[in-house]
């Protein structure tokens, strides 16, 4: 695709229920990105996949968050009993690789809202 | 301390002018440092990176970096009103992968 896109762009939810976010990277980046951004507040790293290695999950807030790739194409980051602090925008983003330089191009979003 | 610090604004200038933003990080191996604007309810999109020493231009933008000091800037000359977002600061460490961002700089260009 021309670019990287993720859906659903808006979710509400009620407090403890389980959501699914998407992201399809843009085709032939190797390496996915997710972050989440609070309301006024920069960026904060989940997670990353870079090929077929592990992912790094260093960022990931608590064990209700998981997320998960297929090969080199789409990823789902998924929040399990979702909470209101779970508010926010969760941002994916692609690169050709993980090297220093290589740019990360990032999606939409997806808005989600915690009731 | 945070890891990427930037001072969260809002800076204003006029239009025609020069905007100054800063940005140091505690994280001496840090490789590569970017430049992201952010409108507002967008997503960010890159403006430019540096992991040289000194200065690198591209059009009306400037950034510079100093690893000695920890310190990378962007400087906008000719600031124009289409200019007015918000200027994340971005590390990234010597193994790649993740960026480190700041909580972002907000700037407003007034005409």
């Known amino acids: 695709g021309a670019g990287v896109s993720q859906s659903p762009s808006n979710k509400v939810t009620e407090k403890g229920k389980d959501v699914e976010l998407r992201c399809d990277p843009i085709?032939?980046?190797?390496?996915l990105y997710w972050y989440r951004q609070r309301l006024g507040q920069g960026l904060e790293f989940l997670i990353y996949?870079?090929?077929?290695?592990?992912?790094?999950k260093s960022g990931l807030p608590s064990d209700r968050f998981s997320a998960e790739r297929t090969g080199e194409s789409v990823s789902t980051l998924t929040i399990q009993r979702t909470q209101q602090e779970d508010s926010a925008v969760y941002l994916c983003?692609?690169?050709?690789?993980?090297?220093?330089?290589?740019?990360?191009?990032f999606g939409p979003g997806t808005r989600l809202t915690v009731l | 301390q945070k890891e990427v610090e930037q001072n969260s604004g809002p800076l204003s200038v006029p239009e025609g002018a020069i905007a100054s933003l800063n940005c140091t990080y505690s994280?001496?191996?840090?490789?590569?440092f970017f430049w992201y604007r952010q409108y507002s309810g967008k997503s960010p999109e890159l403006i430019m990176f540096i992991y040289s020493n000194g200065d690198k231009e591209d059009g009306r933008f400037t950034a510079q970096l100093n690893k000695a000091s920890q310190y990378v800037s962007l400087l906008i000359r000719d600031s124009q009103p289409s200019d007015s977002a918000t200027y994340l600061c971005a590390v990234r460490g010597n193994q790649g992968g993740k960026l480190i961002f700041g909580q972002g700089t907000e700037l407003s260009v007034k005409p």
């Open positions: 983003a692609s690169s050709f690789g993980s090297r220093g330089t290589d740019t990360q191009y």
């Open positions: 994280d001496r191996g840090s490789q590569s």
């Open positions: 996949f870079q090929g077929n290695s592990a992912p790094d």
């Open positions: 085709s032939g980046h190797t390496a």
